[in-house]
Nanobody, 123 residues
């Protein structure tokens, strides 16, 4: 199984980025997908998750109204649209796959992880 995250970069506060995560080696439509982020010295933090059927999703309070998670099961890809970025959004962003019925904000519920993509937001 491989989860390949991409789309990170250096942007200014207020800008937008769209992260992508391409999955291979698994039946993508059977997995709920999530995005997490991590900064040095801190634990991995939940960002957003989406169910396998796109019928439900959830996001952390810190990103609600600014970040949107979506998926394209035909392309085996999950996206994270990030708008109105803030310096505190700077982190390595990881995508993860969870073979569960419900979306989850708990890292231990996820079976597979991508390698991460770095997002840096300057003030």
């Amino acid at each position: 199984v491989q989860l390949q995250a991409s789309g990170g970069g250096l942007v200014q506060a207020g800008d937008s980025l769209r992260l992508s995560c391409a999955a291979s080696g698994l039946t993508f439509r059977n997995y709920a997908m999530g995005w997490f982020r991590q900064t040095p010295g801190k634990e991995r933090e939940f960002v957003a998750a989406i169910s396998w059927s796109w019928t439900s999703g959830t996001a952390a309070d810190s990103v609600k109204g600014r970040f949107t998670i979506s998926r394209d099961n035909a392309k085996n890809t999950v996206y994270l649209q990030m708008d109105s970025l803030k310096p505190e959004d700077s982190a390595v962003y990881y995508c993860a796959a969870n073979r569960g019925v419900r979306v989850s904000a708990t890292p231990d519920d996820y079976d597979y992880w991508g390698q991460g993509t770095l997002v840096t937001v300057s003030s």
